[in-house]
């Protein structure tokens, strides 16, 4: 079964600051692996995806994602966060194309001016 | 990329009246779609996989003959809670898939309906 961990419900950053927002992943397949943020009352909107081509993955707004098998991470970075950043952002793993989308618990990010 | 569009987006209503939730895949066409319930400052929580033309697939623990889902054609599906109760109040998203071409398992998620019963 899958399963996605996100470490640290909420991370705190300074405007310009690198931000690191940390996800684990279990899978018993190759997974498929995403994420996305949420907006205040919005949907989610795709930051980035990774499936099973470039380990780095680059994604819109300056986010990008590292798919590492040896330690089942998919870690999203941004060198330096603004405050537009601010936002609810969560990892997500599927089995392969078809399947439904689990979730992480999410990770609130918050930027100080 | 594909639009998913969710109406209404806010709706209050009286306990025990029914609501219905109407998520459209705008630019494509969606053979899936999927329904989230959010809590608040939570996770995403799938309640049903919604399937064009067959019965939903719903996940354990979520009643069925509360949160009736209907995906009638290709572009519509919609979520009608039932004899709503104010423990029904919460952010419910659907999502789609499309059908066509390559697929990377990427979801195209609406914007949400959030639903308060008073």
């Known amino acids: 079964a899958q399963s996605v961990t996100q470490l640290g419900s909420h991370v705190s950053v300074s405007e310009g600051a690198l931000v690191l927002l940390r996800c684990n992943y279990s899978?018993?397949?190759?997974?498929?692996l995403f994420w996305y943020v949420q907006y205040p009352n919005q949907g989610l909107q795709l930051l980035l995806k990774?499936?099973?081509?470039?380990?780095l993955v680059k994604g819109i707004n300056g986010f990008e994602a590292e798919f590492k098998k040896s330690e089942t991470s998919f870690h999203l970075t941004k060198p330096s966060a603004h405050m537009s950043d601010a936002a609810e952002y969560f990892c997500?793993?599927?089995?392969?194309?078809?399947?439904?989308?689990?979730f992480g618990k999410g990770t609130k990010l918050s930027v100080k001016p | 990329g594909a639009v998913v569009s969710q109406h209404p987006s806010w709706v209050i209503c009286k306990s025990g009246t029914s609501v219905k939730i109407e998520c459209r895949s705008l630019?494509?066409?969606?053979?899936?779609m999927f329904w989230y319930r959010q809590f608040p400052k939570q996770s995403l929580m799938l309640m049903a996989t919604?399937?064009?033309?067959?019965?939903?697939?719903?996940e354990q623990g979520v009643e069925k003959d509360k949160f009736l889902i209907n995906h009638a054609s290709l572009t519509l599906s919609t979520l009608t809670v039932t004899s709503a109760h104010p423990e029904d109040s919460s952010f419910y998203i659907c999502?789609?898939?499309?059908?066509?071409?390559?697929?990377?398992?990427?979801?195209?998620f609406g914007e949400g309906s959030r639903l308060t019963v008073l």
């Open positions: 999502s789609a898939r499309d059908g066509r071409g390559a697929n990377t398992g990427e979801l195209f």
């Open positions: 899978s018993s397949v190759p997974p498929y």
């Open positions: 990774y499936t099973s081509a470039a380990t």
């Open positions: 997500a793993v599927s089995k392969g194309s078809q399947g439904n989308l689990i």
């Open positions: 630019d494509f066409q969606a053979t899936t």
């Open positions: 919604s399937n064009e033309g067959s019965k939903a697939t719903y």
